[in-house]
C-alpha cells in the first residue's frame, strides 16, 4: 500500500461523514454514514493483520511480552515505526499491552503462532497475496477478467502453487472436523475427491471411515505437492492422486461416493451442471454425491461473506463467482437425485454442503 492512499483516506472518510451529515437535519434521524465511514478504511485493518503476519510478529511475541523496541530489533525493523504499528496491533485485538510491553491475545496466540496446532498463518498469507488482486478491482470489471492469472498459482508459478495448495490443507485441517460431523461415510468403500486439492478431506475423511479408499483427481502441479503431503500425513496406501482435467478426465465407474468441495465457485453454471451429471454418472446405485462450498442465499447478495467471496473468486479464475446452494439443490434434481439437503457448517466457517442420493 502507498503512503499516498493512506493518507488520503482519511480524508475521503471524514467528507463521507460530512456530506451526509448536511443531508440531516439537526436532531433528525436520518441514514446513518457510520458504516460507509467504516468501510472507507477496511482495508486499513486487513493490511495490519496481513503485515504482522508476514513479518512474524506473533511468533515474535511467542515466548512473553516484550517491548516495541525489542521487537523491532529481532524483526529489523524500525523502532518508531514499529511502535506505532504494535500499538495499532493492540487497537485491534491482535495484541494486548502490559505497560509499555506487547503480549500476544489469546486468540494471536492460539491461530497466528506458528508452532500452534490451530495456526492460521500460511491461510492469512494466501489473503495477503491477493491484496494487489483486490486492487485492480476496477480493472477488472472493464475487462472481465480476472486480475491474477489462475494458472499462476495452479502449477505455472511453483512457489505459488506450494503456497496455495498449504494455504488450502491448513484452512482444511480446520474445516474437516466439521464436515465430518454433518457427512456420514460409514460403509462407502470408493471415494472420487475431483479437484482434491491438497488431498486433506480424502486423508481425513479416509481416516475416520475405515475401509474407505479415494483418488484424488487434480491438476499436474498440484497434484505434486499434494502428494507429499499425503505421503507425510501417511495415508499412500489410502489415498492416491490422478493429475487430470476435471473437464475432460474420465470419471470412471463404480464410485460410491463423489466429492466435489472448493471447486463450484471457479466454474460457471453450465460447467457446474455438467459437473453433476458427470459424478451421478459414475456413482453405483445408492452413491451420494457431495458438494461443499461457499453459497449464497437466493439472489446472490447474502450471505455478505459469500457475495464478496464472489468477487475475490471472480478476481482469480476466469469463470469465478459464487452460486446459491438452492441452483446446486437444482441441478441434483434434473440430474435424478434424491434426499437432496443442505447442511450448513457451524460458524465461523461459512461453507455449506449439499448432498444427494443417486437411486
Ligand atoms: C479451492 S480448491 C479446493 C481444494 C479441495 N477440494 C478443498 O476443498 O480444500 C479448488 C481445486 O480445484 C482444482 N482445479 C481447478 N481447476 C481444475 C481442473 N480443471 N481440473 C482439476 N482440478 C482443478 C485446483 O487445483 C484446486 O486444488
Redesign the pocket.
Given at each position: 500500500m502507498s503512503a499516498g492512499s493512506s493518507s488520503e483516506a482519511p480524508a475521503a472518510a471524514g467528507h463521507a461523514a460530512s456530506a451526509a451529515g448536511a443531508g440531516a437535519a439537526p436532531g433528525r434521524a436520518g441514514p446513518d454514514p457510520s458504516a460507509i465511514v467504516r468501510l472507507s478504511t477496511a482495508y486499513w485493518d486487513s493490511q495490519v493483520l496481513l503485515t504482522a503476519n508476514r513479518l512474524r510478529v506473533f511468533d515474535a511475541l511467542a515466548a512473553g511480552p516484550r517491548s516495541a523496541d525489542e521487537v523491532a530489533a529481532t524483526l529489523q525493523l524500525d523502532a518508531r515505526s514499529t511502535r506505532l504499528f504494535l500499538r495499532a496491533c493492540a487497537g485491534l485485538g491482535l495484541l494486548e499491552l502490559e505497560g509499555e510491553r506487547f503480549r500476544n491475545a489469546p486468540a494471536a496466540a492460539a491461530f497466528l503462532v506458528s508452532t500452534s496446532p490451530g495456526h492460521m498463518g500460511n491461510v492469512i498469507r494466501y489473503s495477503d497475496q491477493l491484496y494487489g488482486a483486490w486492487g485492480q478491482l476496477e480493472q477488472s470489471l472493464r475487462a472481465g477478467r480476472p486480475a491474477l492469472p489462475a494458472e499462476t498459482y495452479?502449477g505455472d508459478d511453483p512457489a505459488r502453487t506450494r503456497a496455495f495448495?498449504v494455504a488450502?490443507h491448513e484452512?482444511?485441517l480446520g474445516i474437516a472436523r466439521a464436515l465430518v460431523s454433518v457427512l456420514d461415510l460409514s460403509g462407502r468403500r470408493a471415494l472420487l475427491?475431483v479437484?482434491?486439492?491438497?488431498g486433506?478431506?480424502s486423508v481425513l475423511l479416509t481416516e475416520r471411515f475405515p475401509g474407505l479408499r479415494s483418488e484424488v483427481?487434480?491438476?499436474p502441479g498440484?497434484a505434486a505437492v499434494a502428494r507429499e503431503l499425503v505421503a507425510a500425513a501417511g495415508a499412500a496406501e489410502r489415498v492416491s492422486l490422478r493429475d487430470?482435467?476435471?473437464?475432460t478426465a474420465d470419471f470412471g465407474q463404480g464410485k460410491d461416493v463423489v466429492l466435489m468441495?472448493?471447486?463450484f465457485h471457479?466454474e460457471s453454471a453450465a460447467d457446474c451442471r455438467s459437473l453433476v451429471e458427470r459424478a451421478v454418472a459414475c456413482l453405483e446405485p445408492g452413491g451420494l454425491l457431495v458438494v461443499?462450498d461457499v453459497f449464497t442465499d437466493p439472489g446472490g447478495a447474502l450471505p455478505t461473506f459469500a457475495a464478496m467471496f464472489g468477487l475475490n473468486m471472480m478476481l482469480t479464475a476466469p469463470a469465478g463467482g459464487v452460486h446459491a446452494d438452492a441452483d446446486v439443490q437444482g441441478w441434483m434434481r434434473e440430474c435424478g437425485l434424491v434426499d437432496i439437503r443442505t447442511a450448513a457448517l457451524p460458524p465461523p466457517m461459512p461453507h455449506r454442503v449439499v448432498t444427494g442420493r443417486k437411486r
Amino acid at each position: 500500500m502507498s503512503a499516498g492512499s493512506s493518507s488520503e483516506a482519511p480524508a475521503a472518510a471524514g467528507h463521507a461523514a460530512s456530506a451526509a451529515g448536511a443531508g440531516a437535519a439537526p436532531g433528525r434521524a436520518g441514514p446513518d454514514p457510520s458504516a460507509i465511514v467504516r468501510l472507507s478504511t477496511a482495508y486499513w485493518d486487513s493490511q495490519v493483520l496481513l503485515t504482522a503476519n508476514r513479518l512474524r510478529v506473533f511468533d515474535a511475541l511467542a515466548a512473553g511480552p516484550r517491548s516495541a523496541d525489542e521487537v523491532a530489533a529481532t524483526l529489523q525493523l524500525d523502532a518508531r515505526s514499529t511502535r506505532l504499528f504494535l500499538r495499532a496491533c493492540a487497537g485491534l485485538g491482535l495484541l494486548e499491552l502490559e505497560g509499555e510491553r506487547f503480549r500476544n491475545a489469546p486468540a494471536a496466540a492460539a491461530f497466528l503462532v506458528s508452532t500452534s496446532p490451530g495456526h492460521m498463518g500460511n491461510v492469512i498469507r494466501y489473503s495477503d497475496q491477493l491484496y494487489g488482486a483486490w486492487g485492480q478491482l476496477e480493472q477488472s470489471l472493464r475487462a472481465g477478467r480476472p486480475a491474477l492469472p489462475a494458472e499462476t498459482y495452479l502449477g505455472d508459478d511453483p512457489a505459488r502453487t506450494r503456497a496455495f495448495v498449504v494455504a488450502m490443507h491448513e484452512r482444511a485441517l480446520g474445516i474437516a472436523r466439521a464436515l465430518v460431523s454433518v457427512l456420514d461415510l460409514s460403509g462407502r468403500r470408493a471415494l472420487l475427491d475431483v479437484g482434491g486439492g491438497p488431498g486433506t478431506y480424502s486423508v481425513l475423511l479416509t481416516e475416520r471411515f475405515p475401509g474407505l479408499r479415494s483418488e484424488v483427481l487434480e491438476l499436474p502441479g498440484v497434484a505434486a505437492v499434494a502428494r507429499e503431503l499425503v505421503a507425510a500425513a501417511g495415508a499412500a496406501e489410502r489415498v492416491s492422486l490422478r493429475d487430470g482435467d476435471y473437464h475432460t478426465a474420465d470419471f470412471g465407474q463404480g464410485k460410491d461416493v463423489v466429492l466435489m468441495s472448493g471447486m463450484f465457485h471457479r466454474e460457471s453454471a453450465a460447467d457446474c451442471r455438467s459437473l453433476v451429471e458427470r459424478a451421478v454418472a459414475c456413482l453405483e446405485p445408492g452413491g451420494l454425491l457431495v458438494v461443499s462450498d461457499v453459497f449464497t442465499d437466493p439472489g446472490g447478495a447474502l450471505p455478505t461473506f459469500a457475495a464478496m467471496f464472489g468477487l475475490n473468486m471472480m478476481l482469480t479464475a476466469p469463470a469465478g463467482g459464487v452460486h446459491a446452494d438452492a441452483d446446486v439443490q437444482g441441478w441434483m434434481r434434473e440430474c435424478g437425485l434424491v434426499d437432496i439437503r443442505t447442511a450448513a457448517l457451524p460458524p465461523p466457517m461459512p461453507h455449506r454442503v449439499v448432498t444427494g442420493r443417486k437411486r
